[in-house]
């Protein structure tokens, strides 16, 4: 996927960022690496879109943080919302197809309309609980790592040994 594609399928499921909230985008291309990365920075915090190796990544973070600590927008809907996470955990989707535009544009529909009806306080500056988030992600990956990551493992290890008899 090229850079002006991303831009591109950003500025489509995230113009309401400039348009509603007044953030200003910024796009970062590493062609030797083929990163991409899109940031929408205002009332201190930023939100960023990177495209990696076929995967999309979406940060929102708190730019008074001196960490400068990122969230997914999993995390952060969760968070702000656990009442109507438990249909999220599967994500936007982004294996569906093989085809990277699809897999992108899939991402990012699935996020826009979430991020912007359940992160207004991140959304128009007036979010005061990015500690308490912190702590919360903190709290969230030990219980992923005491209960889900073995399975996980065990998945992929499976899997590479069904591999490996083929």
Same mark, same amino acid.
């Given at each position: 996927?090229?850079h002006?594609?991303?831009w591109?399928?950003?500025?489509?499921?995230?113009?309401?960022?400039?348009?509603?909230?007044?953030?200003t985008?910024?796009?970062?291309?590493?062609?030797?690496?083929?990163?991409?990365?899109?940031?929408?920075?205002?009332?201190?915090?930023?939100?960023?879109?990177?495209?990696?190796?076929?995967?999309?990544?979406?940060?929102?973070?708190?730019?008074?943080?001196?960490?400068?600590?990122?969230?997914?927008?999993?995390?952060?809907?969760e968070?702000?919302?656990?009442?109507?996470?438990?249909?999220l +955990?599967a994500?936007?989707?982004? #294996?569906?197809? !093989?085809d @990277?535009?699809?897999?992108? $544009?899939?991402?990012?529909?699935?996020?826009?309309?979430?991020?912007?009806?359940?992160?207004?306080?991140?959304?128009?500056?007036?979010?005061?609980?990015?500690n308490?988030?912190?702590?919360?992600?903190? +709290?969230?990956?030990?219980?992923? #790592?005491?209960? !889900?990551? @073995?399975?996980?493992?065990? $998945?992929?290890?499976?899997?590479?040994?069904?591999?490996?008899?083929?």
């Amino acid at each position: 996927m090229n850079h002006y594609t991303f831009w591109g399928l950003v500025k489509k499921y995230f113009h309401y960022l400039v348009e509603n909230y007044n953030f200003t985008a910024t796009e970062y291309y590493d062609p030797q690496y083929e990163n991409i990365s899109v940031g929408f920075e205002a009332h201190n915090v930023l939100i960023s879109f990177s495209y990696d190796r076929g995967d999309v990544y979406i940060e929102l973070t708190n730019l008074f943080d001196p960490q400068k600590r990122g969230h997914d927008p999993g995390t952060v809907v969760e968070f702000l919302e656990p009442s109507i996470y438990n249909g999220l +955990k599967a994500g936007g989707g982004t #294996k569906l197809s !093989e085809d @990277p535009v699809r897999r992108v $544009e899939a991402e990012l529909s699935y996020w826009s309309p979430l991020i912007r009806q359940y992160c207004e306080p991140i959304l128009t500056g007036m979010f005061a609980k990015w500690n308490e988030l912190n702590e919360f992600e903190d +709290k969230s990956l030990e219980e992923f #790592k005491e209960k !889900e990551l @073995p399975q996980v493992i065990r $998945e992929i290890r499976k899997e590479n040994s069904n591999k490996t008899d083929a």
